[in-house]
């Protein structure tokens, strides 16, 4: 689609507020059908000719509003932008039959507002979720572009912990260079597990990988904590080793399905297993 917007975060965020303004004008609409109708047993004349007038005056509010969301909705590209418009058209009617004195014609076309109102909301939501599945897809291209930076520098930190390891089994103290190695490795983590969760962040809609990426940034926070007390030795390695492997896993899949050319399924990822191992 050639769009105005072609940031397609912003897209789904625009599209969004549209949503949620027609679903506004719904409800007007629906108060405005309400009170024409209690309109219609008030015997007096001189008062339902007053009333009616007021509506009219709200009726117009609501179309000038509905205009201006249209025009945002045609820029935008949306579908919907007609369905909104042909309910401007009906809300323009309504206002012109409140002002001949009519209700019943009033009436009408305030349902047929309602009736491309609806209309305008299902179109508009199933644009949004178009958007949003490209929105997706855009994500985890992004996503797969860094997988392999991230295993590459769990892998660092890996044989770092496995050198410092080795050197204090050489000597059996802590000296301030190697303290000093530890504490940076220690960071060094931390500001990995940052990233992968940021990531994680990225992709919520895409309830698997965003769920496995959790819980690589979780094993990741557990190695830190270890890497805090000095404890680089098996166990340590097998939190970063698990929160490589976990990340390998996502990019082997997605490589899978982009391969097969299939969507990303929305679905929960099997809970973490096993407790927190002890350094």
Request: aromatic share 2%; net charge negative.
């Amino acid at each position: 689609d050639k769009r105005e917007v072609t940031d397609t975060e912003t897209l789904v965020k625009q599209l969004g507020e549209a949503r949620d303004e027609l679903g506004g004008f719904r409800k007007k609409q629906e108060s405005l059908q309400k009170q024409i109708d209690e309109l219609a047993a008030n015997p007096d004349a001189a008062d339902r000719e007053q009333k009616l007038e007021r509506l009219r005056r709200e009726q117009e509010e609501v179309r000038r509003t509905l205009n201006e969301t249209v025009r945002r909705l045609r820029r935008l590209q949306s579908p919907s932008a007609t369905s909104g418009d042909r309910a401007a058209q009906r809300m323009q009617n309504a206002e012109q039959a409140m002002a001949d004195g009519d209700p019943g014609e009033a009436q009408e076309q305030i349902k047929e507002a309602l009736d491309d109102l609806e209309q305008a909301q299902r179109e508009l939501a199933a644009d949004q979720k178009h958007v949003e599945e490209s929105l997706a897809r855009e994500q985890l291209e992004k996503l797969a572009d860094t997988l392999n930076a991230m295993i590459e520098r769990q892998q660092a930190a890996i044989d770092e912990a496995n050198r410092l390891q080795q050197e204090y089994a050489a000597t059996e103290r802590w000296s301030r260079v190697l303290a000093k190695s530890v504490r940076n490795l220690a960071e060094v983590q931390r500001n990995l597990r940052g990233e992968v969760a940021n990531s994680a962040d990225r992709v919520r809609s895409i309830g698997v990988v965003a769920l496995a990426l959790d819980g690589s940034a979780r094993l990741m926070e557990r190695a830190a904590e270890h890497i805090d007390k000095r404890e680089v030795a098996a166990p340590t390695v097998a939190l970063q080793t698990r929160a490589m492997q976990r990340l390998a896993a996502i990019r082997d899949s997605l490589k899978e399905k982009e391969d097969a050319g299939d969507e990303p399924e929305n679905q929960q990822e099997p809970g973490e297993e096993g407790g927190p191992q002890k350094a």
